[in-house]
């Protein structure tokens, strides 16, 4: 497992979660780590991203000002602070890291080489 992705559960609307990813040693050089998510039926979609160079992370619009994004570069671990969640929010949540020594944000998926497995996440109204 090269991404290690936990933290999801059921929760109501209001309610919140923090998500963790954790790279392993094989992708410890991975600098920009983001989330993202795929709900029931629909594609997968750009949650936030940080980069380990420094700078402010980058949102969706749709989770902006309710989620956080934080990197522990020690721990070689993000969170991701769930807050004021929604029932649109309910999805399978993927953590994922660009390649090696890249250090530019990007919102594209394809443009990411490493992916944990999925958590999911179920907002009750």
């Known amino acids: 497992v090269q991404l290690q992705a936990s933290g999801g559960g059921l929760v109501q609307a209001g309610g919140s979660l923090r998500l963790s990813c954790t790279a392993s040693?094989?992708?410890?050089?991975?600098?920009?780590m983001g989330w993202f998510r795929q709900g029931p039926g629909k594609l997968r979609e750009f949650v936030a991203a940080i980069s380990c160079a420094g700078g402010s992370p980058v949102y969706a619009d749709s989770v902006r000002g309710r989620f956080i994004l934080s990197i522990d570069n020690a721990a070689k671990t993000v969170y991701l602070q769930m807050n004021s969640l929604k029932p649109e929010d309910t999805a399978d949540y993927y953590c994922?890291?660009?390649?090696?020594?890249?250090?530019?944000?990007?919102?594209?998926?394809?443009?990411?080489?490493?992916w944990g497995q999925g958590t999911q996440v179920t907002v009750s109204s």
């Open positions: 040693e094989r992708t410890a050089s991975s600098c920009v």
């Open positions: 994922a890291g660009r390649g090696q020594y890249i250090t530019v944000i990007t919102r594209t998926s394809r443009q990411y080489t490493y």
